[in-house]
């Protein structure tokens, strides 16, 4: 019974952790969804001290002491194990650097982020490049201090996506990004017209919102524990299983937007709405990783919401709420919605090619942090790229290189989980389609339980107790392969595009 006590005491002590981390949420969530402009100075005060609370309980003697204490013990259970674990690894990452190196590297971080968003206006990079030469200094300073194995950005991928290593992804992006330059010559070779013309009349917010939320409540968003808002940028935030938040925002020119950003925010919601109770206080009550995350949004986004399906369900109450869809086939509706058409700009990216500007991403951070490249070679190499697999050119940096702000404060080894949902989510379908044979059919008649359910009792029901790769190989019983999202594609669109 000791070590059951103790793993109490343990417990007790990460829930302080967790109650601080909820309340910088909870004060995240307020400024990005009610706080008035001028709030921002005393606001970013309040959220610096609540972190330094937060680094001093993972990095205490205490944190140590408890760690030691269960990694000499042989027989914890499998959530005691990974708590422990993960306790491990928040602790080295900060503790094995400096003190002084890591202070400064916060110093530089924070100053990068507002050159980013000068060079960005401007549309200069030279702005930014002397910030990010420091902030990738460093980092390749502290892989030194972290060690790696193989190579150096697997550390940085560890962060993310525990398990996922360069040998992996250059296997599984290498071949998704020949299948989708190939589908996507297909498709520019295609006589088949989509228009989306119809999504650019005028739809009121409020009839947007009206029906957004019946359909977030249709798919399992229960918004007894959840909350839907309004902010610049689409997030979910939580503060434990029982206020899980999210927003959208609204464009009254564009019907596609906050719909399928409802849904896949919808689909990050449900998830965090499905922990157990019981990893409460583990720190381990939230997505396995940034990738299973983002493959159960986009599994409601994409691979639901983008369904024919979906729409044989839903169309019928479109039509009865909008009158600007008067006279638009559901065929055409759908073709809309799906219709690709290579950009520039990642986030406005379609479902075909949005993993290869993930993929591009990945590319140059891997170069970069292995001293391959360097910081001023990449607007270059940004375009080349951009040039090469989408076929398209930025006529400056702000629309090219400098359009996302994760590398300002050194965040490498992010990206890729976003394309690793997609190929998971594909995945996690193939051995939902064999247990569920019927399941587009279900989903045409409006049954989305039978998803919820599946997805709860296989994925979510696990919190973060096992890695992605463990979760991916007992859920499907193979490894992460890239071949189930190429067929999915190829499927998908041969049949939109007739090829
Ligand atoms: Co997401």
């Known amino acids: 019974m000791e070590l059951v006590e103790k793993f109490q005491e343990f417990k007790d002590y990460l829930r302080k ?44 003697d205490r944190m140590r002491e408890y760690i030691e204490y269960f990694e000499g013990v042989s027989d914890l259970d499998d959530v005691m194990k990974a708590a422990v674990k993960n306790c491990r690894k928040i602790y080295d990452q900060t503790k094995k650097i400096p003190e002084d190196r890591y202070r400064e590297f916060i110093k530089v971080a924070s100053r990068s982020g507002t050159a980013w968003e000068e060079a960005k206006e401007k549309a200069d990079f030279s702005i930014f490049q002397p910030y990010l030469e ?10 030194g201090y972290w060690g790696y194995e ?75 524990t959840g909350r839907m808002d309004e902010s610049v940028h689409p997030f979910t935030t939580d503060f434990g299983n029982k206020d899980v938040r999210i927003t959208t925002h609204y464009y009254e020119n564009e019907f596609r937007s906050a719909l399928f950003s409802c849904l896949h925010e919808g689909g990050h919601g449900i998830y965090e709405q499905d922990i157990p109770d019981d990893l409460e206080g583990t ?13 159960q949004s986009r599994f409601y986004e994409n691979i639901i919401g983008r369904s024919l399906s979906f729409w044989k369900y839903f169309y019928p109450e479109i039509k009865r709420n909008f009158k600007q869809f008067d006279g638009l086939s559901l065929e055409d509706f759908y073709k809309g919605i799906n219709r690709v058409e290579p950009s520039l700009v990642r986030i406005e990216a379609d479902e075909l090619t949005y993993s290869l500007h993930i993929i591009i991403r990945y590319e140059i951070e891997k170069e970069l942090i292995n001293g391959r490249v360097e ?31 994760h590398w300002s404060d ?28 019927d399941l587009f059919e279900r989903v045409e008649k409006g049954d989305f339980e ?50």
């Open 375 to 405: 910081v001023k070679d990449l607007p270059k190499l940004w375009n080349a790229k951009y040039k090469e697999y989408l076929g398209v050119e930025p006529s400056n940096d702000a629309e090219g290189v400098l359009q996302d702000v």
């Open 283 to 295: 720190l381990l009550d939230g997505g396995a990783s940034m990738g299973i995350h983002e493959s």
């Open 450 to 499: 039978v998803i919820h359910k599946w997805l709860r009792d296989n994925i979510h029901r696990h919190g973060a107790v096992y890695e992605p790769s463990e979760l991916i190989k007992t859920v499907t019983g193979e490894e992460l392969k890239a071949d189930y999202f190429i067929k999915y594609l190829y499927d998908k669109y041969s049949k939109i595009y007739e090829f």
């Open 410 to 437: 050194g965040s490498f080894g992010y990206f890729p989980s976003y394309a690793l949902g997609n190929l998971y989510g594909a995945q996690f379908l193939g051995r939902m389609n064999k247990d569920i044979p």
């Open 134 to 143: 420091k902030v990738t200094e460093f980092k390749r300073e502290f892989i």
């Open 150 to 224: 193989g190579d150096r950005y697997n550390t940085l991928l560890d962060f993310f996506e525990p398990g996922i290593t360069v040998e992996k992804l250059d296997e599984v992006f290498g071949q998704l990004k020949k299948a989708i330059v190939e589908i996507l010559g297909k498709i520019q070779n295609s006589r088949v017209e989509v228009s989306t013309a119809v999504f650019s009349k005028y739809f009121p917010k409020q009839q947007q919102a009206e029906f957004n939320t019946m359909l977030l409540k249709k798919v399992g968003y229960d918004f007894e």
């Open 17 to 60: 952790i967790d109650y601080l981390s909820n309340a910088l949420a909870l004060a995240e969530w307020d400024m990005r969804v009610y706080m008035p402009k001028r709030g921002i100075e005393a606001r970013s005060d309040m959220v610096t001290y609540i972190s330094g609370e937060v680094y001093k309980l993972q990095t205490s």
